[in-house]
């Protein structure tokens, strides 16, 4: 597929995504500010989830952010995996790491927030890194 092509596809996904699906599992009323989570939150994929570093940016509360982070789950956007430690007390109060789903969507999100020349290979350097 010509990356033009690509392009336009996946913006609209990403429309459809977030007109239908997201609105039909929340009362999600600022779709920008929602668009610019999932993009915020594509930097961060494979890193440890800290709500607080993305709210802040966002002119959000820490449980919106977890109200966000469960659509995104429930609609098989992100994983969510548990940190891995013996002690089951510790394990279940660290923080988990966030991953998309599809690593295509993440790098796209990813390239939003950048310009669109270094936007596909800066993209592509933070996927290498985490993926």
Excluded: C
Excluded at 54 to 63: D, F, H, K, M, R
């Amino acid at each position: 597929m010509h990356p033009a092509h690509a392009t336009n596809w996946f913006r609209s996904y990403l429309q459809t995504y977030l007109e239908r699906d997201v609105r039909a599992v929340s009362a999600i009323r600022d779709l920008l500010t929602f668009r610019r989570f999932l993009s915020l939150l594509a930097t961060r994929h494979g890193q440890i989830l800290n709500k607080t570093e993305l709210a802040a940016p966002l002119g959000l509360s820490v449980p919106a952010i977890g109200q966000w982070l469960g659509i995104l789950e429930v609609t098989g956007q992100i994983l969510l995996v548990p940190s891995y430690i013996e002690n089951l007390g510790k394990r279940l109060i660290k923080s988990p790491k966030v991953y998309f789903d599809s690593v295509n969507a993440k790098w796209r999100l990813f390239a939003t927030r950048t310009t669109p020349q270094s936007s596909m290979a800066a993209a592509r350097r933070a996927t290498s890194k985490h993926a």
